[in-house]
């Protein structure tokens, strides 16, 4: 029996986009700059933190929004306040 997958708002969107060939062909230098990205974007270190618990439930609800899980918007926030 298949375990059933579900995809967030953004996955769905793109497996729709590839389905209707919506997908254009990029050179391979360009491909390579955007795997190099995700691979320097790649979480390798666990961060245990105590935080308000209403800061956490307004968190989670703005992760919602955009349709992430609570635990990578936390992350994509850090990213950017640790590259700004």
Known sequence: MKKKITLTNEEQEIEDALLNNEFISIKTEDF??????IKARQKDTVLNIRVNSDDLERIKKKASEYGV????????????????
Do not use: P, R, T, W
Not at 32 to 37: D, M, Q, R, V
Not at 71 to 76: K, L, N, P, R, V
């Open 32 to 37: 390579k700059g955007i795997a190099e990205a």
């Open 69 to 84: 899980k609570y635990q990578s918007f936390i992350s994509e926030l850090l990213h950017k306040v640790a590259h700004s």
